[in-house]
């Protein structure tokens, strides 16, 4: 469990060892390019996915790790250390590990796509009217700085702080990281249309999950929580039977909010999460968010304005923006050994109790 080697510096060795991974453990391997993006270094961007398991099993437990495209180092750690460690499935069941659902984030380390959208609120309905997000335009004026130093960043959570006095802790979490469809420049933006990532999921979900009767998702993110720790979000309705599964199978912990520090959780519009439920309305579908904790909410809040002026305003000052890039990628994505060895140790268990969930009767 203490094989750190699993974690990569860029996107390219972090996908051949997931890759390695899947082929030595026996698994099937499927990828899907990205038509015209490419990583830093010039590389081919893939969204990978190993199936472990038979292919027409009625049981899939998937597991997804980069929908915030730079939290998906850990992730992948986690999927290969799982892959190495000789895993035995129950009868009639699979295991569908997603690798890199953002692959341009992941290789830019970034959580964003190629277009600054989010794609964990990029699962809306682009047929209809985009949601409204009112509260967004309010904040977006001070939140869009153009100079990146200790006063100006103090001025914009002044006036975040006030907002969320007038407004209260709910109808705050909504307008800041919600999602929003109307500023390009600004955080948590959901885009105006599907990303690839979007439909490159969507295609993998089809084809390798969507024959089956019973299926469990969990998705890995890194962020807002417990420093060595992880949480679970779980957003199906109270008392109803998904809820009821993922407390059986991950423990009280996945409902009851156990280390979120969130005075109020946002409603999200757009999650990957929502999408797999949506798009198999014929199976028993549970779904979980994992977030390995990284750093307090008012640290994440300054990263998620980090990532927008490196983004716009970034070039103009390459010196500034590049330690402002060290700060960020540590919130993400933690060099401490300590954190990566909870990050395999805990990810091995709960992706365990997620096999033998989905695959039990
Ligand atoms: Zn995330």
């Not at 094989?3 to 990569?8: P, W």
């Not at 659902?101 to 600054?116: I, L």
């Not at 070039?315 to 330690?323: E, F, Y």
């Amino acid at each position: 469990m203490t094989d750190l080697a699993g974690f990569s510096d860029s996107y390219a060795e972090a996908r051949k060892k997931f890759v390695d991974a899947a082929r030595r453990a026996g698994a099937k391997l499927a990828s899907y390019q990205h038509p015209d993006q490419r990583g830093p270094g010039g590389e081919a961007l893939y969204l990978d996915v190993s199936v472990l398991g038979p292919g027409d099993a009625s049981k899939v437990f998937i597991v997804g790790s980069g929908t915030h495209g730079i939290e998906g180092y850990p992730g992948s750690a986690a999927q290969r250390a799982w892959l190495r460690g000789r895993p035995r499935l129950p009868k009639d069941t699979a295991v569908v590990f997603l690798h890199a659902h953002n692959p341009w984030g992941f290789a830019h380390k970034t959580r964003v796509t190629e277009e600054n959208v989010d794609l964990n609120r990029n699962f809306i309905d682009f047929s209809r009217p985009l949601p409204k997000n009112r509260g967004y335009e309010d904040l977006h004026p001070a939140i869009a700085i153009r100079d990146w130093n200790e006063e100006a960043i103090a001025g914009v959570f002044a006036g975040l702080d006030a907002y969320r006095g007038k407004v209260g802790e709910k109808a705050f979490s909504d307008a800041f990281n919600g999602g929003q469809y109307t500023r390009e420049d600004g955080i948590f933006y959901g885009g105006t249309r599907p990303q690839w990532s979007n439909d490159a999921f969507r295609a993998a979900v089809e084809t390798h999950v969507g024959r089956a009767r019973k299926v469990a998702f969990m998705d890995l993110h890194t962020g807002i929580g417990p420093w060595c720790e992880h949480i679970y979000l779980c957003f199906h309705p109270e008392g109803s039977p998904a809820r009821e599964r993922a407390r059986a199978w991950w423990g009280e912990r996945a409902v009851n909010l156990q280390g979120v520090t969130h005075k109020k959780l946002a409603t999200y519009n757009g999650t990957i999460i929502g999408a797999v439920t949506e798009m198999l309305p014929s199976a028993e579908v549970t779904c979980v968010v994992v977030v390995f904790g990284t750093r307090p909410r008012h640290e994440m809040q300054r990263a998620s304005m980090a990532q927008r002026w490196m983004r716009f305003e970034g070039p103009r000052d390459p010196v500034l923006a590049a330690k402002v890039r060290r700060e960020y990628e540590a919130a993400f994505y933690p060099a401490e050994p300590e954190w990566r060895r909870a990050v395999l140790a805990q990810s091995q268990e709960f992706i365990d109790r997620g096999v033998a969930g989905v695959g039990g009767s």
